[in-house]
T-cell receptor
Framework: DGGITQSPKYLFRKEGQNVTLSCEQN?????MYWYRQDPGQGLRLIYY???????QKGDIAEGYSVSREKKESFPLTVTSAQKNPTAFYLC??????????????FGPGTRLTVL | EDQVTQSPEALRLQEGESSSLNCSYT??????LFWYRQDPGKGPEFLFT???AGEEKEKERLKATLTKKESFLHITAPKPEDSATYLC????????????FGAGTQVVVTP
């Protein structure tokens, strides 16, 4: 089955620690995205990648970092510089740039809690 | 500034009681209006894309429509399994891949 997987489902972090959230897709999509979801707010874009070895900051990139070494993978690192990291993190992918009308498909999410 | 606003924030329906959710948008130029369904603790599930005013799309008890300023998601004769948060998002002409999301409408359908 084609889809997007995220791991872990739940993650607990101590103050001052960096943690990395995994996102893998087997849909052969070029574009991948990371969003953050907080209660009562819409999804906010952290980073996105249009193609391998290229990525751009979204609206709330401070305290986060990403890499895109493989088409299938787009890991997100939440660094100790992120002041309020407790949230639900969602990874998404879409076919790519061509046409510009492509739907984004989401993974199941990772809930990060800072202890 | 691009904005997407959903109303109401929450909606409680009796089974079979039809209703509509609203998504109003003020964006520089719309390239697509997307609807998603999200169950608690899960990722959003894609429902529809609407591209131009007057367009309509249907899936089971859901029907999405689009005007120049807003989109509606009509739920006809809802069942308890339609309970979820419904999200809308706009894609604009000057944002490569970015979707501007609304905060969502939480729908609860009681038997």
């Amino acid at each position: 089955d084609g889809g997007i997987t995220q791991s872990p489902k739940y993650l607990f972090r101590k103050e001052g620690q960096n943690v990395t959230l995994s996102c893998e897709q087997n849909l052969n999509h070029d574009a991948m995205y990371w969003y953050r979801q907080d209660p009562g707010q819409g999804l906010r874009l952290i980073y996105y990648s249009q193609i391998v070895n290229d990525f751009q900051k979204g609206d709330i990139a401070e305290g986060y970092s990403v890499s895109r070494e493989k088409k299938e993978s787009f890991p997100l690192t939440v660094t100790s510089a992120q002041k309020n990291p407790t949230a639900f993190y969602l990874c998404a992918s879409s076919i790519g740039v061509a046409g510009g009308y492509n739907e984004q498909f989401f993974g199941p999410g990772t809930r990060l809690t800072v202890l | 500034e691009d904005q997407v606003t959903q109303s109401p924030e929450a909606l409680r329906l009796q089974e079979g009681e039809s209703s509509s959710l609203n998504c109003s948008y003020t964006v520089s130029g719309l390239r697509g209006l997307f609807w998603y369904r999200q169950d608690p603790g899960k990722g959003p599930e894609f429902l529809f894309t609407l591209y131009s005013a007057g367009e309509e799309k249907e899936k089971e008890r859901l029907k999405a429509t689009l005007t120049k300023k807003e989109s509606f998601l009509h739920i006809t004769a809802p069942k308890p399994e339609d309970s979820a948060t419904y999200l809308c998002a706009a894609k604009t002409t000057d944002s490569w891949g970015k979707l501007q999301f609304g905060a969502g409408t939480q729908v609860v359908v009681t038997p």
